[in-house]
């Protein structure tokens, strides 16, 4: 089950944080930033040392500072038209993030943020239904959508109802 959550993401009760990563794997702007800034230096270094990243592909880290035993570091692309392959990158940003569910068994849940719906220009209605049809399939015990808003909340629930 996804549950959809308004609350920062460096609050969720989550052994996994996942977070859009720009390609080359250095801390970036927004929630990127603030990630790396929470996790300490060796984040952006052990991060650095496995890219650059192409966009829809996923590395994972050990999360330092942070209460998450895990990041993982996914790239999603730029929004542009729909009609450049971006539908199928953004998909496989989240399916590959959740197949770290086999390399650590011992964590039990994951929380991701919106990825995309800022500076990469994706329409929200568009983002959320890629994402929960994504993150149905996890096999986590807990998955977390966290977003900073009620009306992203209320677009990635309304996805959730959709499919299930």
Not at 56 to 65: D, E, K, S, Y
Not at 87 to 115: D, G
Not at 133 to 142: I, T
């Amino acid at each position: 089950m996804v549950s959809i959550t308004t609350q920062n993401i460096l609050s969720a009760d989550a052994d996994i944080l996942v977070l859009s990563a720009n390609p080359s794997l250095l801390a970036g702007s927004g929630i990127s930033c603030m990630i790396h800034k929470a996790a300490g230096p060796e984040l952006e270094k052990a991060a650095k040392s496995q890219g650059p990243l192409e966009a829809g592909l996923a590395v994972i880290t050990p999360g330092f500072n942070l209460s998450a035993k895990y990041v993982i570091h996914t790239v999603c692309p730029r929004y542009m038209d729909g009609k450049r392959g971006e539908k199928e990158l953004l998909s496989a940003a989240y399916a590959n993030t959740l197949q770290f569910f086999k390399q650590v068994p011992e964590a039990r849940s994951i929380a991701f943020v919106s990825m995309g719906t800022g500076v990469y220009k994706w329409p929200l209605e568009l983002a959320a239904e890629i994402a929960v049809r994504e993150l149905l399939k996890s096999q986590f015990e807990r998955t977390y959508m966290c977003v900073i808003n009620d009306v992203t909340r209320l677009a990635y629930e309304s996805k959730v109802h959709k499919f299930t």
